[in-house]
């Protein structure tokens, strides 16, 4: 699993520098920094036009809005659907935002429709989403666990579309879980403005339109390989690889996740097809979940070959289905994979029909797909789940 367990005392230590105590010191804000730097002259500036407006709250579950104070003592109990804790860290020429609590993974939406703009990734920002709407004015949010897939610079959203969730990438998070959000006219972040009543005023029922699912943690590899427990090459239909490659435990410090270290089989020129099983293909070793959900998986690598992707294998009462194939997204950065099971467009893998006929399924594998490539493919997969619809 990916959540570093950050000591309390850190943590408090954060949270008090960030509080609006008179004698605060200034932060220097690397994100203000950072961002002015990226406004670049292919993003042209216009006069900002009418007042700002937020449609939709940013994050849709639990949290807490502002200077966190549940962290004092370690608890999150304040978090909530609703505003009850809502406060402004805003610090005018120093914290040039709202940071919004919440746990890892939480659906962000975007706040008002526009086209995106400086999305991606920078060192201090980290997984970074910009709207920019048809008035001028800038809503920016960052340190994203990943950015939803499709969102791309030149991408017209609306209110309300997902487009990444809540994490702790980039440097300026201080390694702590938050969204930052900031809201600013005429593409110069430092004329930004206090959201916060804007924020208010939506921060209603947010956990009401994405009602928190129900959750089966397949594998999270918090403390070994899981159902994971064969060699990549143990499936007899795995091709191209070399009988070196592995699939292992990888640890650094509190992040754990299955490393796959993928090696070329030489003597073969015929495309890959890994086939991770899990429990070995048996179903009766696997935690069975309903199909009326999706499974969600993250993957992290930045040397797959072009064309790769990645696909699931599911056990049902007359055989193995295959889902759709996903383009592996090949930057660096973690990214989530979600195969929903409502909409199955698949095919049969063996003794099925391609279609998921039975009520109550299991995981029978991760397959990554590449073309057939030189040297090895160095991929990490975390938190293998099931979520209910």
């Given amino acids: 699993m990916r959540k570093n367990h950050v000591l309390i005392v850190m943590l408090v230590l954060f949270m008090a520098s960030c509080s609006k105590n008179n004698d605060q010191q200034p932060k220097n804000d690397p994100v203000k920094e950072q961002h002015n730097s ?3 002259p292919d993003d042209p500036k216009e006069e900002t036009s ?3 407006k937020i449609d939709v709250y940013p994050v849709r579950g639990l949290h807490n809005t502002g200077y966190d104070r549940s962290l004092d003592g370690g608890s999150r ?4 659907c609703n505003r009850g804790s809502s406060n402004s860290d805003f610090v005018a020429g120093d914290h040039l ?5 919440a746990a890892e993974g939480t659906p ?11 999305t991606g990734w920078s060192d201090y920002s980290g997984n970074k989403v910009t709207i920019k709407t048809s008035t001028g004015w800038y809503h920016f949010f960052c340190h994203l666990k990943s950015i939803a897939s499709g969102m791309v610079n030149g991408k017209v959203v609306k209110a309300g579309d997902i487009i990444g969730y809540v994490g702790k990438t980039g440097t300026a998070s201080n390694g702590v879980v938050h969204l930052h959000y900031s809201l600013y006219p005429d593409g110069v972040y430092n004329n930004a403005i206090n959201p916060w009543s804007l924020l208010y005023a939506k921060e209603l029922n947010v956990c009401s339109t994405t009602p928190t699912p129900t959750i089966k943690v397949l594998d999270d590899f918090a403390n070994g390989v899981g159902h994971f427990n064969t060699s990549p090459t143990y499936s007899g239909s795995t091709t191209g690889i070399a009988a070196s490659s592995t ?3 990888y640890v650094s410090g509190s992040s754990t996740h299955l490393l796959l270290t993928l090696n070329d089989n030489t003597s073969v020129t015929t495309p890959w097809k890994v086939r991770m099983l899990s429990a070995e293909g048996t179903p009766a070793g696997n935690t069975s979940f309903s199909k009326n959900g999706i499974v969600k998986l993250w993957l992290k690598t930045a040397n797959a070959a072009s064309g790769s992707t990645v696909q699931i294998y599911v056990d049902d009462s007359d055989g ?3 889902s759709a194939t996903l383009n592996v997204i090949n930057d660096g950065a973690w990214h989530g994979y979600i195969f929903d099971l409502t909409t199955w467009n698949g095919v049969n893998v063996s003794g099925g029909n391609g279609v998921l006929n039975a009520s109550t399924l299991t995981l029978d594998a991760i397959v990554l797909n590449s073309p057939n490539r030189s040297g090895t493919w160095t991929a990490y997969i975390d938190d293998v789940e099931w979520q209910s619809k």
């Fill in 38 to 40: 990226e406004q670049v």
């Fill in 247 to 249: 699939a292992t435990h």
């Fill in 77 to 80: 109990a304040s978090w909530n």
């Fill in 97 to 101: 935002g709202i940071d919004i609590w």
């Fill in 50 to 52: 009418g007042a700002a």
């Fill in 108 to 118: 962000v939406a975007a706040t008002v429709g526009g086209t995106l703009t400086l």
């Fill in 320 to 322: 193995t289905e295959g």
